[in-house]
């Protein structure tokens, strides 16, 4: 919980830990009245640090005993540290503690789930397990020795290879497991549960097998192997592209229904939410198996970009995460369709981190300071990290990326390093001075480049001049940012030689490309080769000819968003005003192409070309968001492109009907996305046929993607087919929690105007559980994140949420600051909005015990500061 005054921690301020671990022998006797911790530590000071007395961290032990080399030892003890004042230079220390995991909501450190007990150490949960250096650059060798009733938890696991087991008096059991690997304390995990356990083995490429484990709920192991043959292919797609190979004789994974996070990968013990692990056709969408497949490989890849190689402190978080997303989205690009990665990759950038960098909670990829870690679990952190590794690959080419990450892991395998000391070796390996290029990691916000062309026909000259900028940078200083380019001729041909890689160093710069007869079309930062807004006075022609004859995937998509973008955005101006909204034949014909074209240019692109802007993503161009406004006209446009390709629509939805069993596969996934998108227009016009031919989808579907597709149409439909699927759809599935989940998400993110009153009735219906993430997040977070129902101009949206953030920080904390972050844009709407929410943020910054998380992220929000 929060103290009277939260501290903030800089990265300026760091320094090594005064005293240094060896090894950890841990001890564990779960009983029902509490678990009991027996921690033995080696310990020595540190060379580099002076005679400072031992301060551990812990937060909420019940300390039993602590000794010293066998002694009992003098310990002053405060809720967050025990410190013993004289120690010498190599001890051994042994704490005994008594913690509660029954009633640990928090999910963090030890705790209950109905299966069993499970941790969550990542980023500061070990000291609610012992007291500890519970810092990332301590790093030691463990071994831990877990006892429980053999009936209630018959499966015993940590870190490492198992080396003992028995049994004990009363029914209970005890079993040992030591890690060969040091690692630092936030990838310890235990768990000890009744699980069914799916086992497999892996030939690794020089000829070692690994045991390969995944434990789940009882009566769930027929939805595992996906993730089973997820965890292969990325084990060896690791091989190939990288040349890591696993260096374990064990690998699990353990799945959890009530989790934090998405995943977490605790060396050889991975411990996942169930979304990422649990899937069969019936209960899971095409979305779902190509998730668990991203998640599955970014924890395997965590092996080594994160526990081989792993941050010196929380500040180079970036430094895993970034590197590790940037793996996992490789992996997902040639394992699935790659006309269509790069584009929901950016897509969901645009969504999500772009607002964060122009909000309240904009931070550098490497922030310079934190109230509580938890909160920098972020967008910027991850994805916008892993642009930046994106924009070191497209500057020394994937050979010398290869060759720099060989070179990271030579100078740095067993150590806790910085994100200077990734891309030094990146440096290396390459010749590539990088120096310019390290502001990405050190300042807040998204670069805005402004570009211009001018054509010199006489002189057959095309100038591209770009300036950059970054209003939320401490300086001006100029980024280095790589732009790739390409000029298309008027029959739709790329000119010679004008495929390049510009790099834009300076804050106004301009490239000529001579012998060009004609002026061309300029296809600019083509497949979004850095993360940045670019603005070029693109006409409706010029645009139109890139979406049709663009060969850059993300860029012909981009040509059709920014199309979309600014028709929507005029609209909303008209209705605002009063106006009717005007759309263009150009447009609709533009689509028209696209639906005839689904065979030749892939039905996973036309259904991705087909989605116009999301409104959050919109809403960012705006100065003052009208969310109504926003939202009716980009429902008009839906409404438009519906009434004039309704025939269009129908025809390639019975074109792509299914004709075999269901596969995940690319193309499928492809063929059921394309008709799904085409049943959701269709349901625009709310006709009797339209409606009829989504029930007939959903009563008659033999997959979880097509069901959910017709049921969420539904539900984004005010009519009488709605309510009697929402039924049927829950009898079906209520004890399915990922899918139940489905079911508040499609009720929680529809554009109806009673959206909130159902919203109120969920948090009171069984399905819905306060103290699980999964519910919270498919509910709450998801309504938070429904532009036109939260932001609902009597404040009803604000006030609601804001009692549920009051209501779920003292049970969990992570999660109600994350709830908190549903407020970040409110200072973006108009005087009547932003009075209505500062009151909704203001009643949750007045309640007393408030935590840090929550603390923090309100104190940013109303624009104050959090010390």
């Known amino acids: 919980m929060k103290t009277d005054t939260p501290q903030t921690v800089y990265l300026k301020d760091y320094t090594p830990p005064a005293y240094l671990v060896d090894t950890v022998d841990l001890d564990f006797n779960i009983e029902p009245g509490g678990t009991t911790v027996t921690a033995t530590l080696a310990m020595r000071r540190n060379p580099a640090s002076a005679g400072q007395p031992l301060v551990l961290d812990g937060d909420e032990l019940e300390t039993l005993s602590v000794t010293l080399d066998g002694a009992s030892v003098p310990f002053a003890q405060s809720d967050s540290t025990l410190t013993i004042a004289d120690v010498p230079a190599a001890f051994t220390l042994r704490t005994v503690v008594r913690i509660q995991p029954d009633k640990n909501t928090r999910l963090s450190g030890l705790y209950r789930s109905k299966d069993g007990y499970f941790t969550q150490c990542e980023a500061q949960g070990f000291r609610r397990i012992t007291w500890f250096l519970d810092r990332p650059d301590v790093m030691a060798t463990y071994t831990v020795t877990l006892h429980a009733d053999q009936a209630t938890y018959p499966v015993l696991l940590a870190n490492g290879n198992p080396v003992a087991s028995g049994d004990e008096p009363n029914g209970r059991h005890w079993a040992r497991w030591a890690d060969p690997f040091k690692k630092p304390a936030y990838l310890f995990a235990v768990v000890a549960g009744k699980l069914d356990g799916l086992f497999d083995t892996f030939q690794t490429a020089s000829g070692r097998t690994v045991q390969l484990a995944i434990y789940v709920e009882p009566g769930k192991l027929d939805q595992c192997p996906h993730a089973m043959a997820a965890l292969q292919k990325s084990m060896r797609w690791d091989e190939q ?89 490789e992996f997902g690009a040639d394992l699935h369709d790659q006309s269509t990665a790069r584009i929901r990759e950016v897509r969901g950038l645009r969504a999500a981190q772009f607002p964060e960098d122009s909000g309240p909670m904009a931070h550098p990829v490497r922030p310079a300071s934190f109230v509580e870690i938890n909160n920098f679990y972020t967008a910027t952190v991850y994805e916008k990290g892993a642009e930046v590794v994106r924009m070191i690959q497209t500057l020394i080419g994937r050979d010398g990326f290869r060759k720099g990450m060989d070179e990271y892991f030579r100078r740095h395998d067993g150590q806790a390093v910085t994100c ?28 805005q480049v402004a570009a211009t062309a001018r054509y010199d026909a006489p002189a057959r000259r095309y100038t591209l001049s770009f300036s950059q900028s970054n209003p939320r ?201 394309l008709r799904n998108t085409c049943l959701g227009y269709l349901l625009e016009l709310n006709t009797e046929s339209a409606r009829q031919l989504a029930v007939r989808q959903f009563d008659s579907a033999d997959n979880m993607t097509d069901q959910f597709a017709a049921l969420a149409a539904l539900a984004q439909t005010d009519c009488p087919e709605r309510e009697p699927a929402l039924a049927d759809f829950y009898q079906r599935w209520q004890h399915e929690a990922l899918v139940v989940d489905k079911w508040l998400v499609a009720q929680s993110g529809s554009r109806l105007p009673s959206t909130l009153a159902t919203v109120k009735k969920l948090t009171a219906h069984p399905a819905f559980d306060i103290t699980n993430p999964n519910k919270v997040y498919s509910l709450l977070r998801n309504f938070g994140a429904n532009l036109v129902r939260f932001n609902a101009a009597d404040g009803s949206g604000y006030a609601f949420l804001a009692e549920r953030i009051i209501e779920l920080d003292p049970l969990n904390p992570q999660v109600a600051s994350r709830l908190a972050r549903c407020f970040d844009r409110w200072k973006k709407f108009d005087a009547n909005r932003q009075t209505a929410a500062r009151q909704a943020l203001e009643m949750i910054r007045r309640q007393p015990g408030l935590s840090g998380d929550v603390f923090e992220v309100i104190s940013k929000v109303l624009g104050q500061e959090s010390t």
């Open 241 to 329: 592209r990288f040349g890591l190979e696993c260096d374990l004789e064990h690998y699990m994974i353990v799945a959890v229904g009530d989790f934090n996070m998405g995943a977490m990968e605790n060396k050889g013990l991975n411990i996942f939410n169930t979304k990422y692990v649990l899937a069969r056709s019936d209960v899971a969408t095409d979305v779902d198996f190509e998730n668990i497949d991203r998640v599955v490989a970014h924890e395997y890849f965590h092996n080594w970009t994160g526990n081989r190689v792993t941050c010196r402190d929380w500040f180079q978080l970036s430094l895993k995460e970034g590197l590790t997303v940037f793996r996992d989205q």
């Open 420 to 447: 200077e000391d990734f891309v030094a070796a990146m440096a290396a390996a390459s010749g590539f001075d990088f120096t310019q290029f390290m502001r990405w990691y050190a300042q807040p916000g998204t670069p």
């Open 473 to 673: 940078a401490s300086d001006r200083q100029p980024y280095l940012i790589p732009i790739r380019v390409a000029l298309f001729d008027a029959t739709g041909n790329i000119l010679p030689g004008s495929e390049q890689t510009l790099l834009l160093t300076e804050t106004t710069q301009a490239f000529a490309f001579e012998d060009i007869g004609a002026e061309p079309v300029p296809s600019l930062l083509r497949d979004f080769s850095a993360p940045v807004v670019l603005d070029f006075a693109y006409s409706p022609q010029q645009l139109t000819h890139l979406l049709a004859f663009e060969s850059d995937a993300f860029n012909a998509w981009e040509a059709g968003q920014r199309l979309a973008s600014q028709l929507i955005l005029e609209a909303t101006a008209a209705i605002a005003t009063g106006r009717e909204p005007a759309w263009p034949a150009g447009f609709v014909d533009a689509a028209r192409r696209l639906l005839h074209t689904h065979n030749q240019r892939g039905a996973a692109f036309v259904a991705e070309a087909l989605t116009l802007p999301g409104e959050s993503t919109l809403a960012e161009a705006l100065a003052e968001i009208d969310p109504d406004a926003l939202h009716a006209a980009r429902n008009a446009l839906r409404r438009h492109l519906a009434e004039q390709l309704a025939a269009e629509f129908a025809g390639v939805y019975a074109a792509l009907a299914a004709s075999a069993a269901y596969s995940p596969s690319s193309a499928e996934a492809g063929r059921r996305a």
